[in-house]
Each structure stands twice: as C-alpha cells, then as structure tokens.
C-alpha cells in the first residue's frame, strides 16, 4: 500500500486544514488509519487514529474538539479536518496504514507511511 498525504501549507494561527491520505490500493478500505506528526527536534507523536469502517476513532489529546478524523473508502482516501490551528501545531504530518482494521495510537502498528505534508502555523 502507498500513501500520500496532502493538504499542508502555512496558515496562521486559528485557521483551518484539511489534510488528505490517499491510498494507491482498494484494500486500503480494511486497515486502520493514523495520523502522526514530527516536528524539528521532537519525537513523532501521534495526532488520530480511524478503523477500517470509521466506527472506532481515537485523538491525541492536544488536538481533541479542534482536528477530526474521517475516511472516505469509495476513493480510499482518510482525512484530517484541522481546525482553531495553533503554533504548536507546527509539524510534518504523517498517514499510516495498520495491518489490522484497527492501529490505535502506537506507531508500531502501523506498517505503512506516507510521505508527509508540512503544516506550518504562525503566530
């Protein structure tokens, strides 16, 4: 499975994104999705996690009631509404597609990456 996110750029403080995870293969429609995120001389962290039919979702909470997650299976796309952005925000956004139908916020259920699109935010 190859995935490329889109949808970064730079914005200013308390604007809105819509980041896209698109997947090269249908079968991306039964795995579990996440988003994770690295900025400069952080760890990556996890940012929100979806299940294969969007019935199980989880977010870090530092981006709770301000990002959601969604996922659209007909054009195996996942999406990440971001909204009230803030500074911290600031990072490189990773999609990652688990093996199984559900990953959760840990990395290493995740076999998949994408590229990354940057998310920039000033103040």
């Known amino acids: 499975v190859q995935l490329q996110a889109s949808g970064g750029g730079l914005v200013q403080a308390g604007d809105s994104l819509r980041l896209s995870c698109a997947a090269s293969r249908r079968t991306f429609s039964n795995n579990g999705v996440g988003w994770f995120r690295q900025a400069p001389g952080k760890e990556r962290e996890f940012v929100a996690s979806i299940s294969w039919r969007g019935g199980s979702i989880a977010y870090a909470d530092s981006v709770k009631g301000r990002f959601t997650i969604s996922r659209d299976n007909a054009k195996n796309t996942v999406y990440l509404q971001m909204t009230s952005l803030k500074p911290e925000d600031t990072a490189g956004y990773y999609c990652?597609?688990?093996?199984?139908?559900?990953?959760?916020?840990?990395?290493?259920?995740?076999?998949?990456w994408g590229q990354g699109t940057q998310v920039t935010v000033s103040s």
């Open positions: 990652a597609a688990a093996l199984l139908a559900w990953g959760g916020d840990e990395a290493r259920m995740y076999r998949y």
